[in-house]
């Protein structure tokens, strides 16, 4: 059991990291940067791999009624926010400093826990969190190649994931791949109407690179590690423990930073490699106090 919970754990980190890397790689190297028609493709093969697994017996999936998908659509339009502006961000930010930004978005679920639930946390915990908080509120301040703009998308990313968290932890569906398609369909409507408004429809035309092999590949890779990462993800957090799950996820944030810098441009400085570092270590204590928790 041990053995298998290492190789899935590990599974999930290539999986993370390839997803990671190929995104970046279209977003920044290539210069797509159309997140309409990005994270539309990326979210209309997610549905589709996903009702066609379905159809197989390969995932489970049950008879979704309208009243859940109303029910769900908060959860869908943080789900939307989080990869519209996650997107916008990554194709400008290096991937250490986009993890060290997500990371706060940890704080922000734990901050809303606390003044809604008021839930009570270790001293640890709540250390890790002011770290993982301040080293994202620094990063801009030591970076100048992260300008405003970037920053707030970032922002406003690392909130709807904060709050998508906070939200579905709350209400959960019955099978989760439920959740994950209502999420699909509801971005690639939304995407496929805001990609005309945006300019991104004409634009994403006259892309020198859109008959470009490199290009075609680079999308579908980026929409397929899509998908899986979702998979491995589920089978994570089904197969282990939340502790053990957590564990792998910081795990494979540490490679994707320690790996970025070899295929990616990076031009870091000691002040933002000490907030990078001191994110990390936050993160590290986090999931120590869950573990110190849970024993």
Not at 4 to 30: A, E, Q, R
Not at 124 to 130: G, N, W
Not at 184 to 195: D, R, T
Not at 269 to 289: H, K, M, Q, R, T
Request: with cysteine; proline share 3%.
């Amino acid at each position: 059991m041990q053995w298998k919970g290492h190789m899935t754990g590990l599974v999930f980190s290539i999986v993370f990291v390839g997803s990671y890397f190929t995104n970046k790689f279209v977003l920044s190297v290539l210069k797509f940067t159309f997140p309409t028609l990005f994270q539309g493709w990326q979210t209309l093969v997610g549905a589709v791999l996903l009702l066609l697994s379905g159809r197989l017996g390969w995932v489970e999936m049950s008879r979704i009624s309208r009243s859940t998908v109303l029910s769900w659509l908060p959860g869908s339009l943080m789900f939307l926010g989080s990869i519209y502006a996650g997107s916008r961000a990554l194709s400008h930010m290096a991937i250490p400093y986009f993890f060290t930004l997500q990371n706060a978005s940890q704080a922000v679920s734990y901050l809303l826990l606390r003044v809604i639930h008021r839930e009570k946390t270790s001293w640890l915990k709540l250390i890790s969190m002011c770290i993982m908080f301040l080293s994202a509120i620094n990063l801009p301040l030591h970076n100048p190649g992260i300008d405003l703009n970037t920053y707030g998308w970032a922002v406003c990313h690392l909130a709807c994931v904060g709050k998508y968290h906070q939200f579905s932890s709350f209400w959960v569906l019955k099978v989760v791949f439920d959740q994950q398609y209502i999420n699909y369909m509801f971005s690639v409507c939304l995407l496929a109407l805001a990609a005309h408004p945006t300019g991104d429809l004409f634009a994403a035309w006259e892309f020198p690179l859109l008959a470009s092999y490199t290009f075609q590949w680079g999308c579908c890779a980026s929409a397929l590690l899509g998908f899986l990462l979702l998979l491995a993800t589920v089978k994570l957090k089904s197969g282990l423990s939340l502790e053990e799950s957590r564990t792998w996820t910081f795990l494979s944030k540490l490679t994707a930073v320690t790996l970025s810098p070899l295929a990616f441009h990076l031009d870091p400085n000691i002040p933002s490699f000490a907030c990078v570092f001191s994110s990390l270590v936050g993160e590290a204590l986090l999931v120590y106090s869950e573990m110190e928790t849970k024993a």
